[in-house]
């Protein structure tokens, strides 16, 4: 693990986290509805895959503490229950893209105004919690930068 690619993966979470925020903006907005991503679980998005694996020695740095982690943590599964919470309202819990419904298409579920309400009170959180994770992931960054190579590369 060199600083180079944590810090590559960190950037690439920040990207990837406002990406999932706008997607869930657009469906609320009945933006290019055709084809919605069915929510995938938050350890299989490529952040959650180096989190989980690589991303947690990072819990052994002497500058780095427990808290943050675990607030990445906390703030990284968020984002995705509340990504999953918008998309039922517009596609029901049974339309989780499987086969069959990619193959006959994903219909959306007419959505009246309380579960409009009620989405975008769900993606004003979840750009809260965006906000909230990018500060952590900020605050990693930095903690990372004033550490030598040898001291990252020594976690394996």
Not at 22 to 28: D, E, V, Y
Not at 36 to 55: H, L, M, Q, R, V
Not at 106 to 113: G, H, T, W
Request: charged letters at 25%; glycine letters at 6%; proline letters at 3%.
């Amino acid at each position: 693990m060199t600083k180079e690619d944590v810090l590559k993966h960190l950037g690439a979470a920040k990207s990837a986290h406002i990406k999932l925020v706008q997607k869930a903006k657009s469906l609320i907005d009945s933006i290019d509805m055709s084809e919605p991503t069915s929510p995938i679980n938050f350890k299989e998005s490529d952040f959650g895959k180096w989190f989980y694996g690589d991303g947690q020695k990072l819990s052994g740095l002497s500058n780095n503490p427990l808290s943050c982690m675990e607030n990445m943590q906390k703030q990284h599964l968020a984002l995705y229950e509340i990504n999953e919470s918008i998309f039922n309202i517009y596609f029901g819990e049974n339309q989780k893209a499987g086969f069959f419904s990619k193959m006959m298409g994903s219909a959306n579920k007419p959505v009246d105004d309380a579960g409009r309400k009620l989405a975008l009170e769900y993606y004003e959180n979840m750009q809260s919690t965006l906000n909230d994770l990018e500060s952590e992931i900020s605050r990693l960054e930095r903690r990372l930068s004033a550490l030598s190579e040898e001291k990252i590369e020594a976690l394996g």
